[in-house]
């Protein structure tokens, strides 16, 4: 080899080391730099990494200190890696709170090791230990956070993983907790066991030596936040302290009540309704239809109308459930509700992802003057309305029987303005006296007039814009349909299995005055349904539903041919049926078992072609993407091949 040659190939050689070593050398520089800066590029969707514009507010507008103690066992030997990765990432959340929140947050983080001053520190806090092996004899780990100002202390006493995407909105408004001046007063209506106890008067007296059931976990959440308290359904007034009522399915209330409803809406209360024609966690008793539950008189002066009697079944949104021995059915009834079913300009629902109705209402007619109507929640353009008595029907034979009108229907809406009152000449019980009862209690007044304070008269329409919100379904609420359950080293938590809890949330929050907390809930849980799937599993069942039928049919017709046949038997006869009457039977019986094939087949063909788009489109979203980098890949690489031939 040429000495010259030797001498470039050596030099090229050099120079590639010093290139990378000071390349190395930037970025080491660089990384020093800015680490105490912690600069980020979020590129997820939703930016689920980054600080929403509701938590910056509210540190922003802090107005008093925030003390933020973070205990984590970093030395516990117990403590499993997905717990350690977890708390690294809970560390950083709270120092992005820091950096936001400025000189009003300060962030403690302690290590809480037996018998040292952190862990009485944490004991103080009301921050859990939990021991991690199956004896419970081990180290107690400790994973919390303690958030205080003016003397008061919110806890998160144990962070579960699980729970990870509510975690922002957890310190969110334990911040605000501990800042408020006072807690907005929440009044609770509802003729279901809510707030825990027993179903009925006769269940507590069989169940004398068993536990009441807790509350739903929608009271547990709200009285995290507010001041919750319980208003009977037979109540004739509403506390002038109450700012919001929650009414779960209120249930057949009287006009006493609905008068009470009536004047807190115009003196500028909020009321927010989860109303239900059918619902399925007041059926205690089987077999027996559960009642409806509207608001009455209070719709109908407002110009709305609600299917207390009537459900909604939605060929689109309907949900496929598992039956009876392993099949899967689709049923109308249940609605799985996207954000194509939401209204995306409302903050209470416009980061949300998946509700699911069950056996909803829907509201229809005009507001009257005064009032403007928003429609939060709808169903597809392929719904109608059944009879209630179909929810307890097969799918199938709801969607052989459904009748659907080309438009979408209201399935919660949001009322505001000036709402005038229901009862125009006062209260009912004053409304209903006779003239006698008149004069004598006219009589009785004049002689007390000077003892006697003059009685207020109601409100005839709202002293200030009212806000009413209407949600046509209140089961999903109900413990079973929103949230799983679970044991995490000896608590009790839930976990959102869609956004219905979120949802009611939200409308409190939003209800309360209180609308920074709205879009950080809204991030719990992520969910992207496939409705090109959705759409077109609903026009494949319609296009196989005429064929089921007729099928249906002819196998109907049949068994009652044969039955008809076997009743022709006349008395005193030896045989059953005569050899011709056999012969028939026997064709009759073929034919059934022809049809019930047919029928099988027909239906496989329905989940197959169903299961087959969900399939291909899965592919398409999944595989398409690496195949087309790969196919890049290939291009560039024979792209370059070529060029290098060439030279």
């Known amino acids: 080899m040429k000495p010259d040659l030797k001498n470039k190939k050596t030099a090229a050689v050099a120079g590639s080391l010093a290139g990378i070593l000071i390349v190395a050398a930037i970025l080491i520089l660089l990384n020093a730099i800015l680490k105490p800066v912690n600069l980020r590029w979020d590129c997820t969707e939703g930016k689920r990494y980054t600080l929403s514009r509701g938590t910056g507010n509210i540190l922003k507008n802090l107005d008093k200190p925030v003390s933020i103690r973070f205990y984590y066992s970093r030395n516990a030997a117990d403590m499993p890696a997905f717990l350690k990765t977890y708390a690294s990432r809970v560390e950083d959340l709270l120092g992005e709170f820091q950096r936001a929140g400025g000189k009003r947050v300060e962030l403690k983080k302690l290590n809480p090791t037996p018998d040292s001053d952190e862990e009485d520190s944490a004991v103080l806090d009301g921050i859990s230990g939990q021991t991690l092996d199956a004896l419970g004899a081990g180290e107690p780990v400790y994973l919390g956070v303690a ?9 998160l006493p144990f962070l579960n993983p699980e729970n990870e995407a509510q975690l922002e909105y957890d310190l969110s ?22 707030m825990g106890g027993y179903d009925t008067p006769q269940i507590m007296m069989m169940q004398q030596r068993q536990a009441p059931k807790p509350p739903w976990w929608i009271i547990t959440e709200l ?24 009414a779960i399915h209120p249930g057949d209330l009287g006009d006493a009540t609905l008068y009470a409803l009536d004047q807190f809406v115009l003196r500028g209360g909020r009321l927010l309704a989860f109303l239900d024609p059918f619902p399925l966690s007041g059926m205690n008793q089987p077999y027996m239809k559960p009642a409806g539950s509207s608001l009455g008189k209070l719709l109908s002066r407002w110009g709305i109308e609600f299917t207390a009697d009537k459900l909604v079944a939605d060929r689109k949104l309907g949900t496929r459930m598992r039956g009876g021995y392993g099949t899967v059915e689709t049923m109308p009834t249940v609605l799985s509700l996207t954000r194509e079913e939401m209204d995306s300009a409302d903050p ?26 928003t429609t939060l929640l709808h169903t597809s353009d392929d719904a109608g309305v059944t009879d209630t008595f179909a929810a307890q029907q097969p799918g199938e034979m709801i969607l052989r029987n459904l009748k659907t009108d080309g438009k979408k229907h209201a399935l919660a809406i949001k009322l505001t303005g000036t709402f005038p009152t229901a009862f125009p000449e006062g209260k009912p019980g004053d409304a209903a006296k006779t003239a006698d009862e008149t004069k004598k209690a006219d009589a009785a007044s004049d002689a007390k007039k000077s003892e006697t304070p003059k009685k207020e008269a109601g409100l005839k329409k709202s002293v200030k814009p009212g806000f009413v919100v209407l949600i046509g379904d209140a089961d999903m609420l109900y413990d079973p349909f929103c949230v799983r359950e679970m044991n995490f080293l000896g608590q009790k938590v839930a976990q959102p299995i869609n956004d219905n809890l ?52 002819d196998l109907r017709d049949v068994q009652q041919q044969i039955t008809e046949l076997q009743s022709k038997r006349k008395p005193g006869e030896s045989e059953l049926l005569s050899s011709e009457q056999r012969e028939l039977l026997k064709e009759f019986r073929q034919k059934e078992v022809e049809a019930r094939k047919e029928l099988k087949q027909i239906r496989k063909q329905l989940r197959q072609k169903i299961d087959s788009l969900e399939n291909t489109l899965i592919f398409v979203n999944m595989a398409l993407m690496p195949l087309l980098v790969i196919l890049a890949g290939i291009v560039v690489a024979v792209v370059r091949h070529r060029r290098g031939a060439r030279r």
């Open 147 to 155: 958030v205080s100002s003016g003397g008061k202390t919110a806890v």
């Open 173 to 194: 408004r334990a911040i605000t907790e501990v800042t408020a001046t006072k807690k907005v007063k929440l009044g609770i209506l509802s003729s279901l066991p809510v």
């Open 223 to 246: 009285k995290r936040n507010f001041d919750v308290v319980e208003i009977p359904a037979t109540t004739d007034a509403i506390a002038p302290d109450i700012d919001v009522v929650l």
């Open 348 to 373: 209470a629902v416009a980061s949300l992802n998946n509700l699911l109705l069950f056996c909803a209402g829907t509201f229809s007619g005009k507001p009257v003057e005064g009032l403007q109507q």
């Open 502 to 553: 979120n949802f009611a949330l939200n409308m409190v929050d939003q209800l309360s005055g209180d609308d920074n907390l709205l879009e950080i809930r809204a991030r719990g849980t992520a969910s992207h349904p496939f409705t090109v799937v959705r759409d077109l599993q609903a026009e494949a069942e319609k296009e196989f539903q005429d064929r089921i039928i007729k099928l249906e049919n």
